[in-house]
C-alpha cells in the first residue's frame, strides 16, 4: 500500500505545483461540478484520510471544521493540511486504499478545472476580478405574480 500512497503524493503534488501560481480567485471560483472550486476539492481530499489519522499521536489538524472556515483558508493552508497527511498517514489502513481511490478521481476533477482555466475563451481571472460570490444568472429577472 506504501507504493500506492507515495504514486498518490507525487500525482497530488503536480497538481499543487500548478494550482500554486493560481490567483485567490481562480483557486476558490466554483466550477458547477466536483467539489465546485479547486479549493474544496483540495480540502475533501484531504478529509479523505481523517479516519486513519485520528488516533495518530502528534497530529492536529482543524480538517473536521474546514467546510465552516473555508473561506478564510488559501493555498498555504492547503499545503501545510497535505504536509501534515504525508508525515502521519498509515499506509496500511483500512480506509488508506479507498481514500486513495477517491483522491485520484478529484484529482482528475481538478485537472479538468485546470483545463478550463487555460482556455483563452474562458477567462475565469475577468470574470472574478474580486473574491466575490460570482453569480451565473446576471440577466435574469424576477417577476411576482399576483393573485
Known amino acids: 500500500m506504501a507504493i500506492d500512497y507515495n504514486w498518490v503524493k507525487s500525482e497530488r ?14 483557486f476558490a471560483f466554483n466550477f458547477g461540478f466536483g467539489e465546485g472550486s479547486i479549493k474544496k ?7 479523505l484520510y481523517q479516519s486513519s489519522l485520528s488516533n495518530k499521536d502528534g497530529f492536529t489538524s482543524s480538517l473536521e471544521n474546514y467546510r465552516d472556515n473555508e473561506q478564510t483558508l488559501n493555498f498555504a493552508d492547503v499545503q501545510h493540511y497535505f504536509n501534515a497527511i504525508d508525515a502521519h498517514v498509515d499506509a496500511d489502513h483500512p480506509s488508506t486504499a479507498q481514500s486513495i ?8 476533477h481538478i ?5 478550463i482555466i487555460d482556455q483563452e475563451d474562458y477567462r475565469i481571472a475577468e470574470r472574478t476580478s474580486s ?15 399576483s393573485q
Open 13 to 26: 503534488q503536480q497538481v499543487l505545483d500548478k494550482v500554486k501560481n493560481l490567483s485567490e480567485s481562480e
Open 41 to 47: 476539492s483540495l480540502l475533501a481530499i484531504a478529509n
Open 101 to 108: 481511490g477517491e483522491e485520484f478521481r478529484r484529482l482528475g
Open 111 to 115: 485537472d479538468t478545472m485546470l483545463h
Open 131 to 145: 473574491r466575490q460570490k460570482v453569480t451565473e444568472r446576471l440577466n435574469m429577472t424576477i417577476t411576482r405574480l
